[in-house]
């Protein structure tokens, strides 16, 4: 991992820890991976990762709504704007929002039927990245790589 982290980063001196050089493998490696399916969805869909993870929790739900907190809450990559996202989503027609008749300070998000057409417009894609990405690992070392972050996810250390 030093080899191709150095280059993919031009470092030529030591990094400080291997906690530190761990950690940038896996910004670097999420970076990587992550980036073909932000072009993706913008090209495909007109949509950033956030947006496209909004629609997904909303769909999850329906026929349910859900006030930004909650849709907050179960997002992969925490955005502190959510009721950004939700007026751009609802600008082109994916979502609707409704006052809470419990809580009319609450907002409600429900999913449209334009937004779930894009979402199954996108599933197939959804289906094949994954193995696109990470198939060339194998049963073993996905098993291997997938037990380790699930406990680097469980056991997070806190900072500062």
């Not at 670097?28 to 913008?42: D, G, N």
């Not at 809450?73 to 925490?78: C, E, G, L, Q, V």
């Not at 990470?134 to 996905?142: E, F, Q, R, S, Y």
């Amino acid at each position: 991992m030093v080899g191709v982290l150095a280059r993919e980063l031009k470092q030529k001196r030591a990094l400080a820890s291997r906690e530190q050089e761990v950690l940038l493998a896996l910004q670097v490696a999420a970076a990587r991976i992550l980036e073909p399916w932000e072009k993706f969805l913008k090209t495909t869909a007109e949509l950033t990762p956030n947006q496209y993870n909004v629609l997904r929790i909303l769909r999850g739900s329906h026929p349910a709504p859900l006030a930004a907190g909650d849709i907050a809450d179960r997002m992969i990559a925490r955005d502190p704007d959510v009721t950004r996202l939700v007026d751009r989503l609802s600008r082109r027609g994916l979502v609707t929002r409704v006052r809470s008749r419990r809580d009319r300070r609450v907002v409600e998000v429900g999913i449209t039927d334009k937004g779930k057409q894009i979402l199954r417009g996108l599933d197939t894609h959804v289906n094949r990245y994954p193995k696109a990405m990470l198939g060339h690992l194998g049963p073993g070392k996905l098993e291997q790589l997938g037990a380790l972050l699930e406990h680097v996810v469980r056991a997070l250390g806190t900072f500062p």
